[in-house]
């Protein structure tokens, strides 16, 4: 219980202090501040995706059901988050670059994810048999995963980068924010990443609830 | 019992010698990949008329009707044995790798043989030029091999789902991107007069994706073909 | 000499329970009947045996003299006839066969082939595409491929349907013939059948 209310203080107080107390970016002034929220969306996307794939391995090693339904929640967070995130992209994308969809290799990665869950949502609601439907999805989100690592080498190759490359991790890999920024960047980050968890633990309780009901 | 590699590498050929067989007298599969491919390729010509296309908008035509026509065309190849109620026979006959296995080659075949006629079609009606022949057919059978891995395991999870439409475009179409992308990279190479080492990247993209693919495949495929 | 066990075996489509905890010991010699009120689950419980279907719960083994074999094994030695197998229309009789043999890894010549077509009294029409055969023509061909098959453990499901007298005099001499060798699970509510069976499973109950 504690937690949460740690994190309702947290979170407001992260909103407000990225309006007011954290440094806007040297070159592209206010708007770098929806990054604060942007990137935790983007990594709680992507997360997502993870989570929903082990579980879809977890499943087709034990049968056992419950693992299939986590990893339709989580598909269905990670299709929140990455509207989200493309939303929040679009945004900052005609702030800083004057137009709202330039197919640059992160957004165009961020729509593959889309496509993605989109994907597989729809297999999921195509298949009315719960076993039937579990290892069918599994398969699919195992399949997509796997696709992953060919899609992160070849979008890049596309367009070049608009993105700003050596605001967050420099070509050394290492985390080069500032003390200001480093304070709230993280935290939100945590932020996000448990209130994808909440929600996630959520959607279960209330699938186990309305399961009960129905028998 | 059986257990030797030609063994194997008979049983999977004769699915694959059954496929083409049916094929040939159906002509199902088949007429869906021609007539998509040459209707979208004449009115391309069509529409376009005098102007002249750059190399990259060919080489990007050249896989979207590929795609497109194995949208329409490879979608059905698990679908119909589920209609027709021969899966059981399937079944029956052998273990779920050699299903597959007979399954992926034909597809394969299925889109090679389309090449071979709508390349042509390409040259006359898009003045495509082929200058680096080499690399234009390896890209392309490689690319087709790839098309085929990734396609023939969707093939299955849509033959057991009961909105067929426009799944199988819905679900092939993320994991091909990269297919798409090497394909098209390595027809541009291959068509604007790139020597064929400056297409290694696009072939080894190709080739890798295809054994990863195939293997992926191979093990979760049991898991859609078994009920 | 192959012979099958099912232990505790359940099958439930979605929430729908068909049948629980069957148990079965079938020996090489054996024929044992499944009998039960349409919807029962017979076709169920024989797909589940044939390895066309998984069980929900429970575990099937294929006994070899003392010892078990697996179910990898043990496939090649399986067969099942049933109103739900079909052929492949565009194909004639012959290629339907041969095909199905090839893909079993089996080595038989065409000759061979159209003789056990014969046998099944489908003489002439071994070049004929099955899908201008009758059902009962298919049924007949589905003996003439668990002849070319010589499967161990016969699963048959409601072997009679759509045959003629001639087609079921052919069946009972298939199966008194054969039986020694084999061990048959037959499913049917056809009296005439079911005297076939040493012993019986009941479903439905």
């Known amino acids: 219980m504690w937690w949460k209310i740690l994190l309702l203080v947290g979170m407001s107080l992260i909103i407000i202090l990225t309006f007011t107390w954290s440094p806007p970016q040297a070159k592209l002034g206010d708007v770098s501040r929806i990054f604060y929220f942007h990137v ?14 082990l579980n879809s391995v977890w499943y087709l090693r034990t049968k056992n059901l419950q693992f299939d339904t986590n990893s339709g929640i989580a598909s269905k967070l990670g299709l929140l988050f990455t509207f989200l995130a493309t939303v929040t992209g679009s945004i900052f994308a005609k702030a800083a670059w ?9 957004e165009t990665s961020l729509f593959i994810l889309l496509l993605i869950y989109g994907a597989y949502l729809a297999l999921r609601s195509a298949v009315p048999e719960e076993t039937k439907r579990a290892a069918l999805s599994s398969v699919y989100s195992i399949l997509a995963f796997v696709t992953v690592p060919f899609l992160v080498f070849v979008v890049p190759r596309v367009f070049k980068s608009l993105h700003p490359t050596d605001s967050i991790v420099d070509k050394n890999l290492k985390i080069q924010m500032s003390g200001q920024v480093s304070a709230l960047f993280f935290p939100s980050l945590l932020a996000f990443t448990v209130i994808f968890f909440w929600m996630y633990y959520l959607h279960q309780k209330v699938e186990k609830l309305s399961a009960k009901k129905e028998v | 019992m059986p257990t030797s590699l030609s063994l194997w590498a008979s049983r999977v050929l004769a699915l694959l010698g059954k496929e083409i067989k049916t094929e040939l007298r159906t002509r199902y599969a088949f007429n869906s990949l021609l007539m998509f491919s040459v209707v979208t390729l004449t009115a391309v010509s069509f529409s376009v008329g005098q102007f002249a296309l750059s190399v990259q908008v060919k080489a990007a035509l050249y896989w979207l009707i590929l795609f497109f026509a194995s949208m329409a065309g490879l979608a059905q190849v698990f679908i119909k044995e589920e209609e027709a109620k021969t899966s059981y026979l399937l079944k029956l006959a052998g273990p779920a790798s050699i299903i597959y296995l007979g399954k992926f080659l034909y597809n394969w075949v299925l889109l090679l043989v389309l090449q071979v006629i709508i390349i042509p079609l390409f040259v006359i009606f898009l003045d495509l030029e082929l200058s680096n022949l080499a690399l234009f057919l390896t890209v392309s059978v490689l690319g087709s091999l790839a098309l085929s891995a990734a396609t023939t395991i969707i093939g299955a999870i849509v033959s057991k789902a009961n909105v067929k439409g426009a799944l199988f475009a819905v679900l092939s179409f993320p994991l091909l991107i990269p297919v798409l992308v090497a394909g098209i990279e390595g027809t541009q190479l291959a068509t604007g007069g790139a020597r064929f080492s400056e297409g290694w990247g696009q072939l080894r993209l190709l080739v890798s994706f295809s054994v990863v693919m195939l293997t992926v495949s191979l093990i979760l495929f049991e898991f859609v073909w078994s009920e | 000499m192959l012979g099958l066990k099912l232990e505790g075996i359940s099958k439930s489509f979605g929430s729908r329970r068909v049948f629980s905890d069957i148990n079965l010991e079938l020996k090489a010699g054996q024929c044992c009947g499944v009998i039960g009120p349409n919807g029962s689950g017979k076709s169920t419980l024989l797909k589940i045996a044939a390895g066309l279907l998984s069980p929900s719960t429970g575990k099937i083994t294929f ?6 074999v697996s179910r990898e094994t043990a496939r090649f030695s399986i067969f099942w006839i049933a109103p739900d197998l079909e052929f492949y229309g565009e194909l004639t009789a012959l290629e339907n066969l041969s095909f199905f043999a090839r893909i079993r890894g089996i080595k038989k010549d065409n000759s061979e082939i159209v003789q056990q077509i014969q046998r099944v009294g489908l003489g002439k029409r071994e070049n004929d595409q099955v899908g201008s055969y009758s059902t009962g023509m298919r049924q007949r061909l589905k003996f003439a491929l668990a002849l070319v098959c010589q499967p161990q453990i016969l699963l048959l499901d409601e072997p009679g349907s759509n045959l003629d007298r ?10 008194q013939k054969s039986r020694p060798n084999l061990a048959i699970c037959l499913a049917t509510n056809n009296p005439l059948e079911t005297k076939y069976a040493d012993f019986f499973i009941t479903l439905g109950q």
């Open chain 1, 40 to 53: 935790p969306v983007a990594w709680v996307s992507v997360l997502a995706f993870l989570v929903a794939m």
């Open chain 1, 98 to 106: 004057g137009s709202y969809w330039n197919w640059d290799p992160r």
């Open chain 3, 63 to 68: 006994l070899a003299g003392e010892g078990e």
């Open chain 3, 166 to 175: 001639e087609g079921v005099d052919l069946v009972e001499q298939f199966i």
